[in-house]
């Protein structure tokens, strides 16, 4: 071991899985490491400093693995600024930029550190003036200060919430033998909660919302204010029009589980009856649609954001086709979201777990456990993935926040 | 095309799928055939008739083309009576047996058509006296006659229900994306039915119905006299009493959903405390245990048969471990069913559904739409697969037929 | 019942499942049938007639019924010519239009019929001067005169093949287990076939293709001939240009399955150095991509769709980002199509199942029996679905190709 | 705070994440710590020592906690014997019973340390003589000496393997986007590895291994040496029997793909045949039975144990009916384990994973991800979970075997 280098840990790093990830690594990497300095908190209020010595094989050894203790949070002693290098042209980056995690990341510039904005991970971040923004590759532009190496970089590892919680801290094995009603229950809790603070909740939902019966409950949710933001795409908003105009789901009687005469044209009048009218809002406005989930979005000044994608029949006016359009819009909808709720849809729910930062807490729901746990996996600090079925999960959930606001009222 | 036959089809041999299918193994087999008569019934009430000249490459091709049309239900003219041999040592069958389909079947002996007693699939048929026992490979004994061939059978394959049935006529693709509330609506109204026409119905579960939270509604269901028979194993009536005696489930308090202080104990003593006051029933009678699946059994006399499988703990002294034995019971305690809901088990379900004929109605519930498929595939004429979550679906399907009820109470 | 029609039926109407199916339609429907006259086809290349009476409680109750029948395949014996009315606004539809299936479809137009080009599913069918067009709603223009009711069309439905092929008529039970290697020899028989015919084999890919370590198999495939088109997303081409360039997925070394240091990286390197070049053909001319799916693709002149989405990191200059030109450019690649091998893409694979005609034979490959079974449902009348792992699926595939082309050069 | 308790820590506690998983459960179970000593290793291979005082609310809270830490492996200092209560029934647990963990477990008796055999998980410690004995509560007899309390115990948790391994440390997620072949090369080594250090092999295989396809490649590892124990049910034999027999599994020829004539009786003619010769030894010895995986363990020495489950027919002669008398079989079996490879049986492999202690290695093979994630969530300290098909992963795994054997012969 022949080169070596000093790196920094602080605040709770015992218990938030920093030291134990900081062994885990360098060994994993075949490196070695000493320690310098320990002084472990004596409560589990106080925080803990570990200073460390990280050696490798040579200095290209070392580097790789400090660039992954970097990644988990350790800190290099060094005061340094951040350093950039210039985009050579659009899309391209420079050799050896930084690349992001999905934690709160500070860069030092002129000495002081500054937070990076809109925090996301795998991607880059740009210095303008004195301000640090992480941006995906696709907006790199010619001439961009990007930053490179890791001097003057901060990562703050999220730490383990004190006391039990329901949303699990780090990853946890996904299951579908969990009591179903009391975590959404707990979920409720969590809900309201979070919107008697003032809180910010984004809604990302997939068609099967609307098959599986869902979608008087998820309209309720919106109704009552229980929803900030609505991330969605095409589908779920035609299969919830179809339903409101005609009763059926792809031609089928949500109610009577048959199909519907002539039900299978359902589908395109859904279509056709919005384009006619010019939008949602205006079909709205026309009295044409008069309930569901993009009526209830539409009355109570939801915003929403309808993604476009190859399988989509139409689409609706209201449909962003242009999918890098709709990344930008989904980004910036889902800014200081305290929770997001991704139901049933793979496609949607990891495009908006791409852009979050690790502090927002997630909640996972989905028949299909490989699907959950892989939402999981990329996921926030905080994360609860429920195996179960979206159109009984959504009934349940609007019923237990319906007698916990009544509760509540009641003083209890 | 050296070698023919004659067959005959009768009944709704169109709508039922019997012509079409014969038509498509014959093809299938690269046989040929030629219709002699065919009188097609004029109105869906009517039935028809045909009779086919089928043909093959030479006698034994004919022949293995023969037996699978019979066993489609195709009859084979002649009016002999069924031929038999003789079991030559236990468990071995003769050369050439019969071997069964689950559809009712009858056989002619001395000249009159007899029917066939215990009907499921892949089994065979021993005669004695004048009585045809349908039996599995494990029951046969030395000296036991069992029909070889296919002279003198007859198998009676299942019709078309006349009208929408929420029960699907044969197989149909299973999906996660279907209206669970109104399905459930839907299985409660054919339970209620079956139950006020005197019927049968039998319950298969697994553990999750109690991890997952639908205990409490799989006990409403028995105290309210929907379920006639329980088959489960030795872990779903360990877990239930540990619910009832503890609040635990494996340890985890299902309201808060937090392991509870030494919770993982909980599992033992349950088996424990029902060894030490000596049966399930003891343990009612004696007052330990108070509530649930299999207090409700008890109380309302519900037959139960918890069979053995090598995962088991303790196993509780209710539960069979020997598996023939366990297999035996099952099979007995599931004749004359009219309705079989099998539940997030399936070792259980597909042993049930091994011993059932076709002629009865099943519900499959599953979170795994694979292992819907697999049930629905060796199941009855009439089922039903439903992938959803056990544990929301019981709660539903409780609360649903409490409301029919009232309302039928209400004379509505 | 009131109201009463005659249909036609003409084929193989038995075997091909459509009278048993024109019954239980009508009897799902609540609806009487008598027939008229049933000429049978007496053996198994004769084709068969029937004419039928339908029957509904009133007009529109029959209209409904005779819709579904007419989707079915059945004749309406009228011999008037197509009726169209003309779109008010662009994909605004009229009221009673043609709603489309996936078979061959004829309109009579100045009394000829004309087969409707571009057939798929769920469209409608515009008529210039002599020609029809099957089109999808978003391209309804002002103007267009779009086909209404069912007058003066036909549907061909697709009919039984004769004798035994590994591509199941209509849908099978998706099961994963079945002798893979056995299934696999089958399909490359099929596809040496179909190749030597000069057919046209469109691949529809998904990333896991390369995750899972198939991407040598499949830039084999492209290499020797045995790809027309691909079809498939950024995500697909990135992870294979960064294998590629760099030995990893995603930053995990596909040899070795560890994290490469700095692998993280490699992703955005990939696109990077792509933008840098201006497009993959341009690294290829330049000499940075040596290698793989996409190298192969440029090498030997075989067109790609690379389509957007929102989860796309970059993304790749080649990738269409508007999903609505996506979906034209894939509906041209895929015209005149013999075979289309579906592997591990759900979102591709449904958008591309959604443009084709029931006369092309599909292989969907996927190891989660949901996405099988969902691709089937919508799939053409030959399909295969697989429920394998793409990683060991596509090797078994490439070294049967060539052992079986071997074989045929030695005149085997 | 009004309860604390000493405890101490030893060994690698950071990188085991065991003094992290200890400030992690005192949080979650809303207890206080404080360090009263850290003494931390400073290089990879030191090891650590830490004692802690844990507080609670008052005894009861207190002792939950310190139950929970001791679990996990924390010692408490007292340097007391262990202590036993007399059961008073047979299958009847002393109140406060000791319930073990998976780990190595040691318990003073008059003064001196004694390994716990038979080691598993949720079981008891029984105390003979000086003997110490991991017993389950089925073996409880009316008298056992079985051990209460956390008094005179010590659990050896698992420690990180120092540097990188095939086998995962502790839980990671599920994927089935994995390189697959790759990942069978790995294991082929840690085969060869341990069976050239004289090591001991378990293979537990379902039904599936025969139906995919991958019983030849299964019998080869086995007539090659790789197997010490087969671990299996009555199907798995009866099928692989019957491919031996008739070359098809369930009736379809599992080389065509096609179903073979009569077909559907060969499951049964497999079980008569075997039971006509007495055993499957008695089948091998008189020239039955000439292949596959039942013959090459009856030629080659590899005991197996066939567990009855309530799904079987038959059974074959071989098979325990009585599950309580297999388990205890199965337990014997895999006595002293290097590595235990699980194929596509949940019910097989969960019953083995119940017996095993934490420091087998396990390998688990599913197609579906759900049973590969349960298995893990048992499983040992080192394991690893492989989505995938085992009918291909089998023969890829043979000849990785073979090469791999080939390239040591040649001295590489």
């Known amino acids: 071991m022949e080169a070596m280098r000093e790196i920094e840990l602080k605040g709770h790093i015992i218990d938030s899985f920093l030291l134990p990830k900081v062994f885990d690594k360098v060994m994993d990497m075949n490196g070695e490491f000493e320690i310098i300095q320990f002084d472990i908190g004596r409560q589990k209020t106080d925080t803990s400093y570990a200073r460390l010595m990280i050696k490798g094989r040579d200095q290209d050894h070392l580097e790789n693995i400090i660039s992954e203790l970097h990644r988990l949070g350790a800190q290099l002693p060094e005061a340094e600024d951040v350093v950039t290098e210039t985009a050579i042209k659009d899309r391209v980056v420079p050799k050896g930029f930084y690349s992001t995690t999905n934690h709160p990341t500070y860069v030092k510039i002129n000495g002081e550190w500054k937070k990076v904005e809109n925090q996301k991970m795998d991607a880059m971040i740009v210095i303008t003036d004195d301000h640090a923004l992480c941006t995906t590759i696709g907006h790199i532009k010619k001439g961009d200060r990007v930053v490179v190496g890791k001097k003057g970089i901060r990562v703050i590892p999220p730490e383990r919430p004190r006391g039990h919680s329901i949303f699990e801290f780090m990853d946890s094995q996904v299951s579908s033998e969990r009591p179903s009603q009391s975590l959404i229950k707990q979920i409720a809790e969590e809900i309201l909660e ?39 795409g ?34 395109i009048y859904a279509i056709s009856e919005i384009c006619r009218a010019g939008s949602i809002k205006d079909a709205v406005e026309q009295g044409i ?3 569901g989930i993009m009526y209830e979005c539409i009355k109570n000044n939801v915003p929403f954001v309808l993604a476009g994608s190859i399988r989509d029949d139409g689409p609706l006016p209201d449909v962003i086709t242009d999918t890098m359009k709709a990344q930008d819009m989904m980004r910036k909808a889902i800014q200081d979201a305290d929770i997001v709720l991704m139901m049933s849809t793979m496609l949607h729910s990891i495009a908006t777990g791409n852009c979050l930062p690790s502090t927002v807490r997630t909640i ?5 456990p490989a ?16 195996v179960t079925d979206v159109g009984t999960f959504l009934p349940w959930l609007a019923e237990e926040l319906a007698l916990l606001k009544k509760q509540k009222a009641q003083g209890k």
Chains 1, 2, 3, 4 share one sequence.
Not at 201 to 227: C, D, F, K, M, S
Not at 246 to 266: F, R
């Open 364 to 368: 996972c729901v989905d028949i299909n």
């Open 289 to 291: 649609l008069t309930g």
């Open 194 to 232: 979070v919107k008697q603070d003032g809180g910010k909740i984004v809604i990302v939902a997939g068609p099967a919302v609307v098959h599986t019966g869902g979608q008087q409950a998820l309209a309720e949710l919106i109704r009552n204010g229980y929803v900030d933001v609505l991330l969605a």
């Open 371 to 386: 699907t959950v746990t892989k939402l999981m996996d990329r996921g926030s600090a905080q994360a609860i993935g429920i």
């Open 234 to 267: 095409n589908a779920l908003a035609v299969h919830d029009i179809e339903y409101n105009l005609y009763g059926t789901s792809l031609g089928m009687d949500l109610n009577t589980v048959e199909l519907a005469p002539e039900g299978h044209k359902h589908h």
